[in-house]
C-alpha cells in the first residue's frame, strides 16, 4: 500500500507548537503549489501519521524526521506512521477499501 498521498495541508484540529512552525506550515509560494517543489518551504507536517519532517529538495516528496521543533525547541509527537500500518493491516484495509479517515488525521482522533 503506498504510503504517500496527494500533499494537502494541515487541517483545523492540527495542533503546533509555537506560531513560528505553524507559520512556516502555513507558507504558500506564488509560483509552487507543492511544497516539496519550492526551496523556500523548510518544513512539511503529515498529518496521517503526525510527523513534522525537514524537507529534502530532491524533486520529489521526502523529508527527513524530526523530534524537536527547528524554532522553539518544544518536543515534537512522536511519529504514528508504525501505528496506522499496524491499523491498517490489522483491520484488513488495502487501497480499494481503505476509510477516508486513514487518508488523513481523522483516524487517530475516531475512538
Known sequence: MPV???WAPP???AVFCCAEM???LAFTCEQHADPFECPDNLVVYSEK?????LIVHDGGPSYILIGFCPWCG????ESQRDRWFDEVEAK???????PPEYRTGAWRRVR
Open 4 to 6: 504517500e498521498e496527494a
Open 11 to 13: 487541517s483545523e484540529a
Open 22 to 24: 505553524k507559520s512556516r
Open 49 to 53: 501519521f503526525d510527523e513534522f519532517g
Open 74 to 77: 518544544t518536543r515534537l509527537p
Open 92 to 98: 484488513g484495509f488495502t487501497d480499494d477499501n481503505l
